[in-house]
């Protein structure tokens, strides 16, 4: 039963690039939310993604967009990228019991 | 506003005492607490949770408590080992909906042998 996986693992870009990041989630959930964790900081909601349509949000700008899939894995997209969107990106499906299950994370770096 | 207090940010003990970890919550709607262990460069793991429903979880050294009229929970961890120590996060729900978790800003936990 394989767990919730992440790419990349890590990511350089420069400012003003574009990034994508994907998220398989664990089987049998249907339901994936992304999570931004700057070093030494918990993890801050950035949005969820349910039956392909984002369900909440967090309090982040429209240059932070995603998508769902019909086999419910994701994608965040961040525009325009600032040095301060450098960050280990976290994804965390979940399924009926609506328990949290996290992945390995992408650790992005802008430069 | 959303937010959830953490404390104490830092936690050193020695191995076989006991730890414990509060957290303070403002969205009264709250119903759903998870406790994550994070060690260094991995994910975040669930090693507890507590619902709304209930005041008092406990698994085997792990146990938490819920006081939803002060808006307060806590993890305890008894006969703390090494392999405990990591970085420990506590989280609400915001709202009756359980999808946005707002997490603390972390708890580093040391065990010394």
């Known amino acids: 039963d394989a767990g919730v996986t992440q790419s990349p693992t890590h990511l350089i870009k420069t400012r003003g690039q574009q990034v994508t990041l994907r998220c398989s989630p664990k089987s049998g959930h249907d339901t994936v939310s992304w999570y931004q964790q700057a070093l030494g900081q918990g993890p801050q909601f950035i949005f969820q ?4 349509e984002e369900r909440q949000r967090g309090n982040f700008p429209d240059r932070f967009s995603g998508h769902q899939f019909p086999n419910y894995s994701s994608e965040l997209n961040v525009n325009a990228l600032l040095l301060g969107d450098s960050a280990l990106y976290l994804c965390a499906s979940t399924g009926k019991e ?6 390995p994370g992408t650790r992005l770096l802008v430069l | 506003g959303e937010n959830v207090e953490q404390h104490p940010s830092t936690l050193s003990v020695q191995e076989g005492d006991s730890a414990v970890i509060k957290c303070t919550y403002s969205d009264s709607a709250s119903n759903y607490f998870p406790w994550y262990k994070q060690e260094l460069g991995k994910r975040p793991q669930l090693i507890i949770d507590i619902r709304s429903n209930v005041g008092e979880k406990k698994d085997q050294r792990i146990a938490v408590t819920l006081n939803k009229t002060a808006k307060h929970f806590s993890l305890h961890i008894t006969e703390t080992q090494p392999e405990d120590s990591a970085v420990y996060f506590c989280a609400a729900s915001m709202g009756s909906n359980t ?15």
């Open chain 2, 99 to 113: 999808g946005k978790l707002i997490f603390g800003q972390g708890t580093t936990l040391q065990v010394k042998p």
């Open chain 1, 49 to 52: 993604y349910y039956e392909e």
């Open chain 1, 98 to 103: 609506e328990t949290q299950y996290f992945g």
